[in-house]
């Protein structure tokens, strides 16, 4: 006697196959709607069917699938190009101390940034579903990796990202119409930081297919600002000015510390490929992300290295050490002060799209942890008119504005970003556990083994040398994170939980989801 093979969770078969009765289910399969992998009922459906209500019979409602090619392509280098290119490429010439040891390095980083983002290409492909780090953490390891990953980049990190980039928004703004930006009050440069994230996330929040046109606008304007950088450098070479470019290796530093913060922050300013894997249950094919991961990370290696270039050609290399805000000033010697005006207005563009990109991003990698379990259910709901995570949108501008009020936190995040590298290294060690653990789950991109174990190694030593330069703030950072395991274990799998916990939290999902119009 021969049966239907059970249809997936989420599959449209137009032709069954027929298998005897003894087979077994694959184990790759994934779970039923109402049970997660570690066989706990998570809160609501985790289905991506975008933009309908979902079909496994939940009633969910699910985000419209709308990021095409360049959508993708902006978002990626939108979220990498921030102000870091145009402000401070000095940290990384300070650190290694030549013009020709520094550009390599900034190759060097957008090929490894790029050996990363051919890893995740697999994990996307496989499991493409919005919350990118957080399912495939999931899937590999289980939950507690999966919640530590959501409890530390976008609970406790997330709001300090983007307070920098609005407060490095309001910096330059004021650069605009003011000598000394620091004569603006403190007061009046946070309320305009404040205001702006709001109007900002309001658009993210009622109108998301023109937010993603207005990211692509801002990028191509990023790019072109970047291009200009690059002429002005090369027709300065053309002219004969070779005095600061020539000194080629001379002066470099070979001590490894020095290296190792070199590396941390070019891969640091290369970050933002990571960003598209949080949304790919809006991608409209997944079929499209080796196109959109090629052109994205060659636009930027490309445009980072001729840029860092053109800094060395025009300014000398104890400027490049000690300056800041080097756009600017390469602009102010070939242009004269319109030029510095302008780059002003680059920037403050320019971290306004990184922080609207970040905050794109992280709202759906809260939606997917309210969808999966790891959050509280009020973070899964999406309205049902604008097909955006309204409460997860919500929580972003109210953790981002806290944040902006405490005002100086840049040095505390530039601490931090060892730990992100970390999380980053599980997802590679998980795509080679899973090619073991699952063999048979469908891989429409299969990758050479050479780019899980690379990514693997650059993160771990990106990992470890922070130890050995600041180690107080790393066992800081680690235990803020290790804090997030008690949390789980109360707060997602149950354990000591009373049930009246369980009733307020229903009680409080449901009341936002009548409050925002939102299932």
Known sequence: MKSEQPIKHGEVVTNPVVIPDNTVPNEADPPPPYTDEEGHAPRTCTCTEGGRTCQCGCGKITMEKNITVLHGVCIIVGTIIGAGIFVSPNSVSKRVGSPAMSILIWFGGGILSTIGAI????????????????????????????????????????????????????????????????????????????????????????????????????TFFKM??????????????????????????????????????????????YNGWISLSVMLGEV?????????????????TILYVLAVTSYHIILDMDTMKSGSALASKLAGIKIGQAGEVFYAIAVAVSTLGNAMCASLAASRFLQAGGRSGILPGCFGLVNTKFKTPVFSLLFVMVASTVFISFGNVFKLINTASFTSFAFTT????????????????????????????????????????????????????????????????????????????????DSWTNFMGKLLNSE
């Open 119 to 218: 890893t995740f290409l697999e994990l996307g492909t496989m499991l493409p579903q919005n919350g990118g780090q957080m399912v495939y953490l999931r899937k590999a390891f289980g939950g507690l990796l999966s919640f530590l990953s959501c409890w530390l980049l976008h609970v406790l990190l997330g709001g300090l990202r983007r307070a920098i980039g609005f407060l490095t928004f309001g910096k330059y703004f004021w650069a605009v119409f003011y000598d000394n930006a620091e004569d603006v009050p403190e007061w009046a440069d946070r309320l305009l930081c404040i205001g702006v994230c709001w109007v900002i996330l309001s658009l993210i929040t009622v109108y998301p297919n023109l937010t993603l046109k207005v990211i692509d606008a801002v």
């Open 224 to 269: 072109a600002s970047l291009v200009l950088i690059i002429i002005l450098g090369f027709v300065h070479l053309a002219q004969g000015h070779t005095d600061n470019i020539k000194v080629g290796f001379e002066g470099t530093s070979w001590k490894p510390q020095e290296w190792g913060e070199a590396w941390n922050s070019v891969l640091w300013a």
């Open 284 to 300: 409209k094919d997944t079929r499209m992300l080796p196109r959109i991961v090629a052109i994205s990370m060659t636009i930027v």
């Open 426 to 505: 599980l997802c590679a060690v998980g795509l080679l556990v899973m090619r073991r653990t699952l063999p048979d789950i469908p891989r429409p991109v299969k990758v050479s083994l050479f780019f899980p174990v690379s990514t693997a190694v650059m993160g771990l030593y990106l990992f470890v040398i922070p130890w050995i330069t600041n180690w107080s703030m790393c066992l800081l950072w680690t235990g803020l994170t290790l804090a997030g395991v008690p949390v789980y274990f109360v707060c997602v799998r149950g354990v000591y939980r009373p049930s009246s916990f369980i009733k307020l939290s």
